[in-house]
Each structure stands twice: as C-alpha cells, then as structure tokens.
C-alpha cells in the first residue's frame, strides 16, 4: 500500500492555496499527499504587534517572536512525526533554520510588489480629483501622493498594517505624521475593514491578492520596487521537510522546486542574514533584474542603497547550486560562505549598513 503524506499548513485561506498548489504537485507526480491544518501562535495572538511577544522556555529562540510565531506550530508537526512536510510563505520564515529541518524546494515566484489598498471613501475622493488617474509607473506615484493629500479622509482614517517595514517606508515615502495602526487577520479580513471604511489604506502583497484572484487593478495600485523595498523573498512559496525524512518523497518535492526562484531568494536571504536581520530591524530586500535593493531601519536611523549585480553572480550561484544537489538549505549555507556574500558584505559596510544592523561574522 502506497504511504500517505500530510503536509502541515496554516488555516487561512493563502495558506491553504499555497499547501494546496504544493499538493496538486505531489499528486501529479504520484505521491499521495494530504493536509493538515494548524492553528499557529501567531494566528492566536491577533490584536499585538509581532515583535512585542516574546514566548518564554522556547527552545528555537527565533521561533518564539516575530514572524517564527506563524510557522512554529507547524514546525513542531514535522518534529513531532505528526506531519511530514510544510508548505511556508517564505518572507515568513526566520533566517535562522530549525535544527533537523531543511527547506528543500520553492514554488515559482509570484508579484514581488507591495500593494496599496484604498477604502471607498478614498477610492470616491480620488475619482473627483483625477477620474483619469492610474499608477502605471514609479513617476506616477508623486501625482498619486499629490492626489492622497488632497483627499480630505485620508489622513482622518489610520492606514493599516501590521509590518514594521512597510510603516518605514509610509513615513518615508508619504508623510512622518501618518496614523499607523495595528491590521493583522487573513487577507479577506483586512479587505472587510478596508471596505467598511475602517481604515484609509492598506498594503498587502502582490503575491497574496494575484493567488487568490483578488488583485483589481481599479482599486489597488502596485507600488514601485524601487520606493517600496519588498521584504527578503515577499512572493515566494517554500516547502520544509525533516532532514532524515523518506526519500522517496525527498525526491519528488526535489522535482517541484524553482532554480531561479531558489537563487534569487537566497540571495535576498543572504542579505538579511548578513544584516543579522531579526523582528527589531525593518529590512526590504529584493532582486529586480540587474539590480539588488535593501533598506534597513533601526531606531528611527534609515540606511538604503542599490547594488548593481556583477555579471559573475549568475554563474557562481548556478555552480553552488548544482553542488547542493539543488536543494535549497544546502544551496543557501553555502552561499552564506562564498564569494558572493563577502561582496554583499563589503557592499553593506560601505553604504553604512552597520549603522542600523547586527553584522554576521560567520
């Protein structure tokens, strides 16, 4: 008889596409796969910002603050044998990996971009000021500011998130006075608040609104990589397994990974981790064509810079990548000792970087 697999997941409904997409994968390939839903940490804990828990007597300290809330419980299934593999959104996920569990495949990356989400009431003020108004471009996003500080709401309303880099980038990019709150929940509760008119924005991911055919081009407008730095692998699906686990199906979630998804996101990773990124630095990173952005914030202190990607970056990740067998958590440790990551480190250090980080020395 054929062993079933389950894989462990969050509830919310992007997690369950996501886990699903991986399921669908599986199955095509002839492994039975079926899920099990979690309710995580970080889904309990709704109404306080991230980086203010702190669990007490954990024994992966990455897991018990920040972003690890939402994957421990799922971790834990794996552990534990009562699961054999998770599906992750990857911007989730520490860069700190637990011991005993590897992530070994990427899903293929979708939109990169942060969204803006705009209320009725704004959506209404807007259409007076400009019916004609769309966000094509970076350039158009001045005339949209321009557009925003005319409507009379919108600096009445909070604008919600719960990400401590996206609320840098707001103050930086819009104004420092704007009324941030606290939005956590799925993507379908923060669309019900946004459209009762509780808030005056959102951001949410590209990625997120696209896989649940939620984006509307009407009402959302992509904000420009290049202003609004993603963060580390924003758009990237991730699938972890138990180190020893069967090799069969070892295997065959081998065959669904990304190559080019798995070498940009490691580079992006790269760069938290040389950033000693945790839940106290607000870090947007991300790879867009020839060129790689990162900004990083600590105590109020911004530093931001564009490296232009030397042409030898390509060929030396495809060779580290063949030599890790494609998988992704051998691929990443060793490009966290290559050439490569001196020379994003001597890029760090000379934009003055180590201002607002904790550099890795390994």
Request: charged share 20%; with cysteine; aromatic share 6%.
């Amino acid at each position: 008889m054929q062993q079933e697999f389950k894989i462990a997941t969050r509830k919310s409904p992007l997690a369950l596409w996501q886990a699903e997409t991986v399921q669908n994968l599986l199955t095509n390939l002839g492994v039975t796969v079926e899920l099990l839903p979690l309710t995580t940490t970080g889904d309990k804990l709704q109404k306080t910002q991230l980086s203010n828990i702190q669990l007490e007597k954990s024994n992966n300290p990455h897991l018990a603050t920040g972003k690890g809330l939402f994957i421990k419980e799922i971790q834990e299934a794996i552990l534990t044998n009562n699961a054999h593999l998770a599906v992750h959104s990857m911007k989730d996920l520490p860069v700190t990996q637990t011991k005993g569990l590897s992530v070994v495949s990427l899903l293929p990356r979708a939109g990169k971009h942060d969204v803006l989400l705009l209320s009725p009431i704004i959506l209404s003020e807007m259409e007076k000021i400009d019916p004609s108004f769309s966000l094509e471009n970076e350039s158009d996003f001045n005339k949209l500011k321009s557009i925003l500080f005319q409507c009379n709401s919108f600096f009445k309303l909070p604008i919600g998130t719960t990400s401590s880099r996206r609320q840098m980038l707001l103050k930086k990019h819009l104004s420092p006075n704007l009324n941030l709150q606290v939005l956590r929940g799925n993507v379908d509760t923060r669309l019900t608040k946004l459209n009762n008119n509780e808030f005056s924005a959102i951001i949410l991911a590209e990625a997120g609104l696209q896989r649940l055919n939620l984006f509307d081009k009407k009402k959302m407008f992509l904000l420009p990589i290049s202003l609004f730095i993603p963060a580390p692998a924003q758009g990237v699906v991730a699938v972890e397994l138990k180190d020893e686990e069967n090799k069969l199906l070892f295997t065959n979630v081998l065959k669904i990974s990304h190559s080019s998804t798995v070498m940009q996101a490691a580079l992006e990773r790269l760069t938290l981790f040389l950033l000693g990124g945790d839940c106290h630095s607000a870090v947007g990173v991300c790879c867009e064509k020839d060129k790689l952005y990162v900004i990083c914030e600590r105590n109020g202190n911004i530093r931001e810079a564009v490296m232009l990607i030397p042409p030898l970056f390509p060929s030396i990740l495809e060779t580290l990548l063949k030599e890790s067998d494609a998988q992704f958590s051998k691929f990443f440790e060793k490009l966290c000792q290559s050439f490569i990551a001196n020379e994003v480190k001597q890029f760090l250090l000379h934009n003055d970087f180590s201002a607002v980080a904790d550099f890795s020395e390994n």
